[in-house]
Nanobody, 125 residues
Framework: QLHLVESGGGSVQQGDALTLSCVASGGTIETYCMGWFRQVPGKEREGVAAIGRIGGTSYEDSVKGRFVVSRDNAKNTLYLQMRSLKLEDTAVYYC???????????????????WGQGTPVTVSS
């Protein structure tokens, strides 16, 4: 069973950058579609980004061009580089893993088998 632990969240201002990390244990991320979803209390979970087993990426429209998802299988770690942060990016960000064949942010949102405890990101003006 994969255990995921996120870190790197914090409070930043609009336009700032932040990088989230997710370290996995209990298994290797190499065989998983990995990604990030975010959630604001009281609102539906939103898939943000996904990266497939061989590195193909997929992003939710509002983060395209601003966020970059990457993986280091040797370190069993997933990353999310975020820049030009906006107020609407404020949420708790979760690292997630799924074995579904189609690796998209929608899959990460709806079909994740494992996810972490989340790391909060707050963007202020």
């Amino acid at each position: 069973q994969l255990h995921l632990v996120e870190s790197g969240g914090g409070s930043v201002q609009q336009g700032d950058a932040l990088t989230l990390s997710c370290v996995a244990s209990g298994g290797t991320i190499e065989t998983y579609c990995m990604g990030w979803f975010r959630q604001v209390p009281g609102k539906e979970r939103e898939g943000v980004a996904a990266i497939g087993r061989i590195g193909g990426t997929s992003y939710e429209d509002s983060v395209k061009g601003r966020f970059v998802v990457s993986r280091d299988n040797a370190k069993n770690t997933l990353y999310l580089q975020m820049r030009s942060l906006k107020l609407e990016d404020t949420a708790v960000y979760y690292c997630a893993a799924t074995r579904v064949w189609s690796c998209t942010e929608a899959s990460i949102k709806s079909d994740s088998h494992y996810w972490g405890q989340g790391t909060p990101v707050t963007v202020s003006s």
